[in-house]
């Protein structure tokens, strides 16, 4: 139970830094490669992300008393 609630808080956290990966590379367009770097970036570390939060949501459930 403990491993999956850490896999929740992690995908948060890789999922936000996928977010402000994809923001600085609308800030860094100017530089082609460097934009672009950003985008996949941001790309990988979303998609991590998501799988974790669906692997920590069937690794964890709810019980109801």
């Keep these: 139970m403990f491993f999956g609630w850490l896999k929740g ?3 948060n ?5 996928g977010l402000i990966s994809v923001v600085m590379g609308l800030i860094a367009t100017s530089n082609e490669m460097s ?3 950003y985008y996949v970036l ?3 570390f ?3 992300g998501s799988y974790l939060k ?4 069937q690794t ?3 019980v109801k008393k």
């Excluded at 669906?54 to 949501?57: G, H, W």
Aim: no cysteine; proline share 0%.
């Design 9 to 11: 808080i992690l995908a």
């Design 13 to 17: 956290i890789l999922i936000g830094i």
């Design 35 to 37: 934009g672009t770097f």
């Design 42 to 44: 941001g790309a990988v």
């Design 46 to 48: 979303g998609a991590i």
């Design 54 to 57: 669906y692997v920590s949501k």
């Design 60 to 62: 964890v459930k709810s």
